[in-house]
């Protein structure tokens, strides 16, 4: 076992743990939950017991435990509660290479309060960090370096021969010929999202490899499935990974590793203003994480499907999260917590100006702010919701709008990947199964008929029937369990604050009324063909899996705006433009032409002519 497992217990032997927990924080809720049951069985304890761990939705920890893993998010909320995190006499903050939002802002924030805890001890871990600039933000704190008792690792390059070949083909050619080589032994292949996977699953089975199993490695899977990975098995198993498996997690017995170089990536287009999920090449760093999986067991060999060129040309270090994303939830929390100013905020890559503007314009849209940047009543109501404040806001409306109880459903799931699956080779046959829930005027609407028939027949069905009804019907069955738990928490944080769901009936037109109020900025009209004009001189279609896309109405409003191939509108639903008059009328601006003398009234008229964002 690795740091993760063994850290831990070193700080029990050093008495940690006596005046508070030990925190362990891992990036991803399937490492916190698999780490703290490595732990547990090492120290032969009960998981719940001396160690625990919580996640979003779950905890698994009494009295008793001394060790607590968790996710950075989990942390991040107990901040709120307890600002000094004085539960705590010890941190691990494990996987910081990954410098996700969370983590950055941990690290900030522990950067913080260290002088009033000096008690509290923090150790920071990654196996590819930039140890300097690390070291240098904690003020020069101790660097500890460990080496590894791994076997050497063969790295072999093999680019493709042609410059748009089929990575999935590559990479399932490499992982034939490893499996057929005289050193048996398990194989853990890369690639960048859940569609590569199964794809590479189709071929292999195709393959008909002898002895060979096929393994599905991705975060939202079932915990059952994704323990299978972890128990060995008679013949050879080929581990197929999104990038879960870069890091945190260590499958065991995996002597070979086929990686692809590429990964999705969030970024925020601040021209735009849309969250992109483009395919790229990792950094070095990724890269030698990746290649760091094998040689445990004996020496191992990573093929990269890439030159060596390439690898060298490539940045040392993937950019952290907060340089790429929307920063509206962070200012949002920080001027909650009483944080004072972002940009004075300790963060190890402080975000630029033009970035921190965004946020603010963000949640100026939402009416979050007042007219001197504080926090209005809506923004601390958007800060006590634990979720998006773009979906906080809907929230805050349909209580208004008499319709919390379907928004409540609504806002649940435009905060999970859909649940509704359309694999590559079977989109027909998923459309044709889930044509029982479309509304063609709002994909909205679409996900309410959903989750009513999907409850009534979660009453009438067993566990196993209604999991088969699912999968039948291409319905992701830990999507759909993460819905319903995120509904729950959203529905109890509402009676905290005193709302309640309507008893009556609403219609469309309320519902979507509420939603828009946290999409001003994500509409369209249609101008030509199929192609609709959004704000900022947008140009955008619907996305073809949309109910709404063969309407086409002539205005509408978008859950998301993302790019892929081209730039598509997911989640749409009609809507009337006198209501963004409305709505943002903060936001418009009004000019005024073609002056003329109207002889009925005697007045001298003009034409008013309203835009947002141009």
């Not at 004075?344 to 033009?354: K, S």
């Not at 009534?456 to 088969?468: M, Y």
């Not at 994500?522 to 063909?529: F, H, K, L």
């Amino acid at each position: 076992s690795g740091k993760p497992t063994q850290l831990p217990k070193l700080c029990l032997e050093l008495d940690r743990g006596t005046r508070g927990l030990i925190g362990h924080t891992q990036p991803r809720r399937i490492a916190a939950r698999t780490v703290a049951s490595r732990i547990a069985e090492e120290l032969r304890t009960p998981l719940g017991g001396l160690v625990g761990y919580q996640v979003r939705f779950t905890e698994q920890s009494s009295e008793q435990t001394l060790i607590k893993l968790m996710t950075d998010g989990v942390l991040l909320a107990e901040i709120g509660r307890d600002p000094l995190l004085a539960r705590y006499d010890t941190l691990i903050i494990d996987e910081a290479h990954e410098r996700s939002l969370n983590i950055d802002f941990l690290l900030g924030y522990l950067k913080r309060i260290l002088p009033q805890r000096p008690d509290l001890q923090v150790i920071i871990t990654s196996a590819t960090i930039d140890v300097a600039r690390f070291a240098a933000h904690f003020d020069s704190a101790p660097v500890v370096e460990v080496s590894g008792r791994g076997y050497p690792v063969e790295i072999r390059y093999r680019p493709p021969a042609e410059e748009d070949a089929d990575p999935v083909a590559a990479a399932v050619a490499a992982i034939a010929e490893l499996v057929d080589s005289p050193e048996r032994g398990d194989v853990l292949a890369f690639f960048s999202s859940e569609r590569e996977i199964r794809e590479a699953s189709v071929l292999l089975r195709r393959l008909a490899l002898p002895g060979v199993a096929a393994l599905p490695l991705y975060a939202r899977l079932s915990l059952a499935e994704q323990n299978r990975v972890f128990h060995p098995g008679r013949g050879v198993r080929v581990v197929l990974a999104t990038n879960v498996a870069e890091t945190s997690l260590t499958v065991p017995g995996i002597r070979y590793v086929v990686d692809t170089g590429r990964a999705r990536i969030s970024r925020y287009s601040y021209r735009t203003k849309v969250q992109r999920l483009p395919i790229e090449a990792i950094s070095q760093a990724s890269a030698n994480q990746r290649a760091g999986r094998c040689g445990r067991v004996g020496p191992g060999i990573c093929v990269r499907l890439y030159a060596e060129a390439d690898f060298a040309a490539r940045p040392e270090y993937t950019d952290p999260e907060i340089l790429r994303t929307n920063l509206a939830a962070v200012i949002l929390r920080m001027l909650d917590l009483g944080l004072g100013d972002i940009r004075e905020f300790p963060f190890l890559d402080p975000p630029g100006q033009r970035q921190i503007n965004d946020g603010f314009q963000l949640l100026q849209e939402l009416d979050a702010l007042d007219g001197d940047g504080r926090l209005s009543g809506i923004g601390r109501t958007l800060a006590r919701l634990p979720v998006d404040p773009r979906l906080g806001r809907m929230l805050i409306a349909a209580g208004a709008e008499g319709c919390l109880r379907e928004v409540l459903v609504i806002v649940a799931a435009l905060s999970i990947q859909d649940p509704r699956e359309r694999p590559a080779d079977q989109r027909q046959a998923a459309d044709e199964r889930q044509r029982q829930w479309r509304d063609e005027h709002s994909d909205f609407v679409s996900l309410l008929k959903l989750w009513s028939d999907l409850e009534a027949r979660r009453q009438e069905l067993s566990r196993s029937a209604f999991e088969r009804y699912c999968r039948q019907h291409f319905l992701s069955v830990p999507r759909l369990r993460e819905w319903r738990d995120l509904h729950h928490q959203l529905h109890l944080a509402c009676r905290e604050l005193g709302w309640r769901d309507n008893q009556q009936e609403v219609t469309p037109r309320q519902i979507h009324r509420a939603l828009l109020r946290g999409l001003l900025t994500q509409v369209g009209m249609r101008a030509e063909a199929r192609e609709y004009q959004g704000v900022r001189n947008l140009k955008f279609q619907i996305f073809p899996g949309s109910g709404v896309a063969k309407a086409a109405p002539r205005w509408l409003m978008a859950a998301e705006l993302g790019e892929t191939s081209r730039l598509y509108a997911h989640l749409c639903a009609a809507i009337e433009p006198e209501w963004l008059v409305e709505f943002a009328g903060h936001l418009v601006r009004k000019s005024y032409g073609e002056p003329h003398y109207n002889p009925r009234s005697g007045q001298v008229m003009a034409v008013e002519k309203q835009t947002l964002y141009g």
